[in-house]
Every structure is written in C-alpha cells, then in structure tokens.
C-alpha cells in the first residue's frame, strides 16, 4: 500500500480492517486486524477484489433502479402510469425482465464469426465499467485518481465503438454493418467537440485528475463554462448513440443494427451496456460541470453526487422523451458545422481569461462566468443562424401561378370532365 | 425564430409529465396510503391505527382495490341472458343469426285449452367462439326472452367450454344489455349493479291487468 491509497478512505477502510496490525494502518488508529502479521499482501488482494465487487455490484444495482425509473419516467412523460404490477410501484420489473431475458435461447447464426460474436458483448460492457474506476463519488471514495483521469475517460468511451464494429461485423449482416458504419461516422464526428469541450474545464482546473477538477469548482463550471457544458453534454447523449442520436439502432430504418443477430443475455449485456453507459455519461458531467461530489456539510457527500447524477439523468431522459431521431447527414453536419465552432469560441475565450486571471480564485470564476453566458448565448445564436434552414416551417405560398403542368389545361373542352368544370 | 421549437417541445412534454396518469389500470388498482384508507371508509390515521397490517402493505406499495370498468348500458356482451318464461321456442334468434351458431331442439309439450300450443325446448346451444356479437337474434326475438349480456370475461382453456348451454343460461345471473331494448334505460336500470328477478320485469310492455284485457276481448266484441 503507497501513501496514496492510504488517503483513499474506500481503500484504507477495507485494507486496515483486514490487516490492522501493519504499521500503516496502527499510525492511523487501526487497532485489530482480521488477518496476522506478514500476510499485508493477501490482504490487499482482499480489499482490490472487495474494491471491485463493491463497485461493479453497486453500478449493476444502479443499473437496475435506473432501468426501472426510466421506464415509470418515460410513462409519466406520455401520461402513463408506468410499469406497475410487479414488486412495489413496479421495482422488481427489470429483475422480471433479466430473468426472462437469462432463460432465453442463445442463438449464433450459420454465417456469424463465433469467436468475435460472443466477445462484443465483453468488448461493449467493460469501457461503461471501467469508467467508474475514475470516477470520485464522495470525498475519499474512489477507486483510482489517476493524473490523466480525463484522457483515460475518452479513451475508455471511444472504445465502444469498436465493440460495435465488431458486433456488426461478426453478425455477418449487411443491416447490421450499415448501423456499425453509422456508428464510427457518429463517434468521430461527436469525439472531437466533446474532446475540445472539456479544454476549458482543464484549463481552469490546471489538471487532468477528477479529483482537482471536483477541488477547482468553487462555482460549479456549468455557470463558468455553459458553452463548454452545452457542446459537452450534446456530444455525450451522441456518443452514448441514445435518441435522439439513435441512428446506430435506428428501428424504422435498420430494425434493430448491430443487435439484429444477438438473443438471449448477450443482447442483455447489450442493453445493460446502454445503460451503463447513461450512468457513466450522468457521472462524468456531474463531475466536470456540476462540481460532483460538493455541497452542503450536513449531508454527506455521496449523497450530494447521487442527487447530481439524478437530475442529469432525469435531463437525458427528458431528452429522449422529446426530440425525435435525426438525419445522418443532419447530425454530422451539426457535429462539424455546428459544435466545433463552438468548442473553439469556447477555447479561445477561456484561454484569454486565464491568460488575464492565471489560477482564478471563487470571485475570478465569478467574473468569467459573467463574460462567458453573453458568450455563450451569441455564439449559440449565431451558430444557429448559420445552420438553420429560414422560414423551413412556414412557407409562403407564391403568388405566381404554378409552372408545373396542370392536368385540366389539356383537358379539350368537349370532352366531359372539362363540361364538368364549365357547370361549375 | 430558429431553435424556439425546441422549447417549445420541451415545455410540452413537461406538461404532460405534471399531469396525472390517464391510464385505467383493471383489474385493480395500485393504491397509497389515502387511497387505501378511502377505499375502507376511514381517515388515513384512522387507518394506520386500526388496520396496521394492510396500512404498511399500503406504504410499501402493494395495496391493490379491484376496480369496475367504465362500462355503456348498451355494450354487447357475452354471457347472453335469457328468460326461460318468454321464451315460446319460436327459433326466430337461430333463424336471424348470420352465422347459424344457435341450435334449437324444441318438442311439442302440453297443450292447454286456454293458453294453446306450447313447446318445450330440449336444446338451446349458443358457440359463442363463433359469435361477433352482430345482436341480430336479440333483435328478432318477439317476446324479448333473448337479451345481450354485459359481461366480457370469458375465456376458455378449452374451445369446447366457449358453447353456452341451456342449463348455463338458466343459472347465469340476469344482467341484460340495453342493447336493441328501450325499456331498460328508461326505467333506469344498470346491469352493472342490479339483476332482474322476475321475467316480467324484462318485458317492452307492462302486463296488462284483467280490466284491461276484458275490454279488448269481451266488451269490444
């Protein structure tokens, strides 16, 4: 155990009540250990696999409410009531479902590659998982604080879509690699905003680690920087390819894309994945722009970034519920056109402002904040003016007549549609 | 202006996300706490205090109350009614029916010297599998014996089980539709609440008294 774990009270906790009698853990009032003396490294092995059971268990269970919560969310939003019946106001829903789902036939077509088949769903479930291994949720509690915390972030995310290339691919399927095709074009496209996006929140934090982002947000950076967040938060919903980004499983064009092959708990890893993934998203926004684990003192600070994660989940899915599914071209063109500029406004503002107040303090971050929102709102404005279609939903009728050919001027006048129209 | 419709979207599905639920759960409903204690006639700490058990099954969630279904007056159901004192085994409903799916067996019973020639039915079988519920056989019968039922929960394990018998009939509680029968709307009767006892009751006209029937038989004569 180095010092830093030793800070980390998740890891401190686990270890020193397993080895309490090292002299790491005496120095810091860990009397009793429940294993002797000498065995230091069986119980750091102990506390990772704890480490990792407590995580990916408690992100699973997550996953599980949030299924539940978004299908009640998404009846209350079309004036439903929601899943209902099963378990208390329907909780147990989705642990119906994953039962149903676990007992189904696992079919693999004749012409699929086996061998990639069944690892995309491993390939699709890690990189949403191994997001939280960054992730601060409360003071002290986080499993790494890696310097380059959000670099290995964008790393990690830009993975899935190579689980979904080769999902698409190994399914031997041309619907399903026209979806895995879409996909790759909506990740590069989506990659580069939301990489520039994040630029300013590092250049104000002066860090890549989470930890001296969450410590930097005297004022949460959604006020600092709201055109950052803007493009951020818009990339983010396309990179997790949900609507109204859904064009990688688009149902009305390709079915169902890459999933079109797979049954039974491998299109469950799929689904679970999606999931994971509007967690992981809510996470990281809530860490970079809305000063994740911070609040009042009371109430503790795992709380505080629960509730965090809750709006921001509670704005994705209004989102969803909202805005219908774009065009291909439509969507890329936004993405290039669109939010590049954008995150580039964004960079060079900031950039003067920390070049003006190098290590802003709480009342600095105030003042930029101040100059940043007209920023953001004219640049937003602007933008919109360059790529808006005018006057799209109100055409004005013209007042010419129509040049295209009318069928009744070819009508002779003896015949008997044309006395017809002279009766009239 | 461009991008207002956005907002505009957006305040729209929040609309909807504020107003309460139009779904009509049946057969029973998830209720609350005060839900729960309305439905038991009592205030909620009245409730609480009394029915602890149900009261925490409540809190949990799981408290259900069975609920009817909006139902018309005129809905055509299954379970036919049928008044076995009007029925003269005419056989009008098992010629009307489009389908052919009522079979009547009726013999020759007693013959009275006041009342004339009766028949007694032997088999009066309706394959409701086979019904669309047109209400043509309730419309030709003449005597109003044959009325639609206002019931709709009848499935069958079996497709044997869906033919409704004559002793079925009999037995089944009498809650006609108003379908093709005006006399039930304006006496105001609801087949989701009352039954009809007596035959005479389900009859177009009102029985005529003996005065009545000595002036049309003896004193216009």
């Known amino acids: 155990m180095n010092q830093a774990m030793l800070d980390n009270s998740l890891w401190r906790n686990i270890y020193c009540v397993l080895a309490g009698d090292s002299a790491q853990c005496a120095s810091r009032d860990y009397s009793a250990g429940l294993l002797p003396g000498g065995l230091e490294w069986l119980a750091f092995l102990l506390a990772a696999a704890a480490i990792i059971g407590l995580v990916i268990n408690g992100i699973l269970g997550g996953v599980i409410v949030l299924i539940w919560g978004e299908r009640r969310l998404f009846g209350r939003f079309q004036s439903r009531t929601g899943p209902n019946r099963w378990g208390p106001w329907g909780t147990l829903t989705s642990v119906a479902d994953a039962v149903k789902t676990m007992f189904k036939e696992d079919l693999v077509p004749a012409d699929a590659d086996r061998i990639l088949f069944n690892l995309a769903p491993i390939l699709i479930a890690a990189p949403a998982l191994l997001v939280f291994s960054v992730i601060p949720f409360g003071v002290g509690t986080y499993v790494a604080d890696l310097n380059i915390g959000l670099l290995f972030i964008m790393a990690v995310t830009s993975l899935t879509t190579l689980a979904v290339l080769t999902a698409a691919w190994s399914s031997g399927n041309r619907i399903a690699i026209l979806s895995a095709l879409r996909s790759v074009a909506l990740l590069i496209s989506y990659e580069i905003p939301m990489a520039l996006a994040v630029v300013g929140v590092i250049m104000l934090a002066g860090s890549m680690s989470l930890g001296d982002i969450i410590a930097a947000q005297g004022v949460p950076f959604i006020l600092v920087q709201p055109l950052g967040f803007f493009v951020f938060f818009i990339a983010a919903m396309a990179e997790m390819a949900r609507a109204p980004f859904d064009l990688t499983e688009a149902e009305s064009e390709l079915a169902a894309g890459y999933l079109n092959d797979y049954a039974s708990m491998k299109f469950g890893l799929f689904f679970l994945a999606e999931f994971m993934a509007e967690l992981s998203t809510s996470a990281i926004v809530t860490t970079l722009f809305l000063s994740g684990w911070r609040g009042f003192d009371p109430i503790p600070s795992q709380f505080w970034f629960i509730a965090k994660l809750i709006a921001v989940l509670f704005v994705i899915i209004w989102f969803r519920m909202t805005l219908p599914r774009l065009r291909v071209d439509q969507v890329l063109k936004f993405a290039w056109k669109g939010l590049f500029e954008l995150t580039m406004i964004n960079i060079i503002v900031t950039a003067i402002l920390i070049a003006i107040w190098p290590q802003p303090t709480t009342g600095q971050l105030w003042m930029m904040a101040a100059i940043n929102w007209p920023v953001a709102i004219i640049s937003i404005w602007g933008v919109s003016k360059l790529l808006g279609t005018p006057a799209y939903d109100k055409p004005q009728p013209t007042a010419e007549a129509p040049t295209y050919p009318v069928a009744s001027e070819s009508i002779p006048a003896g015949s008997v549609l044309g006395a017809e129209k002279g009766g009239d | ?221």
Not at chain 2, 23 to 41: F, I, M, N, S
Not at chain 2, 117 to 137: A, H, P, Q
Not at chain 2, 173 to 198: H, L, W
């Open chain 2, 1 to 221: 202006m461009i991008g207002l419709g956005l907002p505009r979207g957006f305040v729209v599905t929040l609309k909807n996300f504020i107003r309460p639920p139009v779904t009509e759960q049946y057969p029973d409903r998830h209720v609350g706490l005060l839900g729960a204690a309305k439905e038991a006639g009592m205030n909620p700490f009245q409730f609480l205090v009394k029915k602890p058990a149900d009261s925490l099954k409540a809190i949990a969630g799981l408290a259900t109350v069975p609920v009817a279904v909006k139902q018309s007056p005129r809905f055509r159901g299954n379970e036919f009614t049928y008044f076995e004192d009007r029925c003269t085994a005419c056989a009008s409903c098992a010629k009307y029916c489009p389908l052919g799916i009522i079979e009547i067996v009726s013999v020759p019973g007693k013959i009275d010297a006041q009342e004339g020639e009766s028949y007694k039915l032997e088999v009066f079988d309706i394959d409701i599998g086979r019904c669309m519920f047109c209400g043509l056989c309730v419309e030709a019968c003449p005597y109003d014996a044959l009325h639609m039922g206002t019931n709709f929960e009848r499935s069958k394990y079996v497709r044997d089980e869906l033919v409704i018998t004559k002793e079925e009939l009999f037995d089944a509680p009498k809650r006609p539709s108003a379908f093709y029968r005006p006399q039930f709307e304006e006496k105001g009767f609801d087949p989701f609440k009352e039954t009809i006892e007596d035959f005479h009751d389900a009859g177009r006209h009102e029985q005529k008294t003996y005065d009545e029937l000595k002036k049309k038989w003896v004193d216009e004569r």
